[in-house]
């Protein structure tokens, strides 16, 4: 857990301050308690959090962020990220705080405490499908595994239903839980394609990517910033978002490829 937050930290001071490992490590903090958990229990405990949080999403979140304080802070920001030096972007994601956070210091603290209780479910469930190992052999699951292909299209309506005029009051209940939702349905579907695909090269690939997951994270940090923010090539704000996505899909194909020949 030390560990994983201590690079955590020093990724999001030094390379790219949208880090999640420090998040993970308090996430296996919060886990002990439940190490030696049946199954049941854990996830019984994950309907509990997945209920009370997502209830406690309740209310209109559409316009939060929407605010003129919070669009000239984000203004600012694109400003700073498309023209400043390593050491200028890396001292205002030190200091610069958002608008919503400045003017609400109980929100930070709120924030704070609360924000990894938002995921527990999702972590709860994880560990219960290890200890009943659903993941172990694959091709004795197959049955459970095809349960992902519905959750995918009711957890990307939920997230629609967010969006809508006239349910906005509740726009973070849906938000919340088509998220999660549809997490578990990606994980299931993908479980699904592996067991009637695995020996092709791209699942091997994707195999090994996994095994080499921290690598992977961090490099996509040190090569994203390379290619948008000024001190690299300088494309933020520069490229169209289908050119984007396009590069993202690239990179992370390259480093499957080279994961792959890397543990050959």
């Not at 791209?202 to 997951?213: D, W």
């Amino acid at each position: 857990a030390f560990g994983l937050m201590t690079i955590g930290t020093l990724h999001a001071t030094f390379i790219w301050d949208g880090d999640i490992l420090v998040y993970y490590g308090v996430m296996v903090l919060m886990l002990l308690p439940f190490l030696y958990r049946k199954p049941k229990t854990l996830l019984i405990w994950a309907g509990i959090t997945f209920v009370l949080f997502t209830a406690g999403s309740y209310g209109d979140t559409t316009n939060l962020f929407e605010t003129p304080e919070m669009l000239a802070f984000v203004e600012k920001t694109d400003e700073v990220y498309a023209n400043g030096s390593y050491t200028e972007i890396r001292e205002y994601n030190e200091n610069a705080i958002p608008p919503i956070l400045e003017e609400n210091p109980l929100f930070i603290l709120g924030a704070l405490l609360l924000s990894p209780f938002v995921m527990l479910p999702m972590f709860l469930i994880g560990m219960a499908m290890a200890k009943r190992q659903w993941f172990a052999d694959p091709s004795s699951q197959k049955s459970t595994y095809r349960h992902g292909w519905w959750l995918i299209p009711v957890g990307i309506t939920l997230k629609l239903l967010s969006r809508l005029e006239g349910l906005e009051t509740f726009s973070g209940v849906f938000y919340q839980s088509g998220g999660q939702l549809l997490a578990i349905g990606y994980v299931l579907a993908f479980a699904h394609l592996y067991v009637h695909y695995q020996g092709a090269f791209l699942f091997k690939a994707f195999e090994s990517m996994g095994k080499l997951s921290l690598t992977n994270y961090l490099m996509q940090s040190v090569i994203m910033t390379l290619v948008f923010y000024e001190y690299g090539l300088g494309y933020y704000q520069e490229i169209s978002f289908t050119a984007s996505l396009l590069l993202g899909i690239l990179v992370f194909a390259a480093q499957c490829a080279c994961s792959y020949w890397y543990l050959k």
